[in-house]
């Protein structure tokens, strides 16, 4: 988690580090920095729904762990 938090300002390890946080159970800390992820992508513009940003969040806030 250290590395990804290194490099704050990419959205896609931002979100990945949403996805280790949920993982681990720490869901409050998945769905701040998944929302952080898709206003990320927003200012790059880049699609957060396309890279699945919005299906990852519904899925902490259920208190789920994303997986593939």
């Given amino acids: 988690l250290e590395e990804i938090a290194e490099t704050p ?3 896609i390890r931002v ?3 949403a996805a280790a946080y949920a993982e681990q ?3 409050s800390s998945a769905i701040k920095e998944q929302k952080k992820a898709i206003a990320m992508f927003k200012k790059q513009q880049l699609d957060p729904e396309k890279e699945g940003c919005f299906e990852r969040l519904a899925l902490f806030e259920k208190n789920r762990p994303y997986r593939e």
Avoid: E
């Fill in 9 to 11: 300002n990419d959205p």
């Fill in 25 to 27: 159970g720490d869901f």
């Fill in 15 to 17: 979100d990945t580090l």
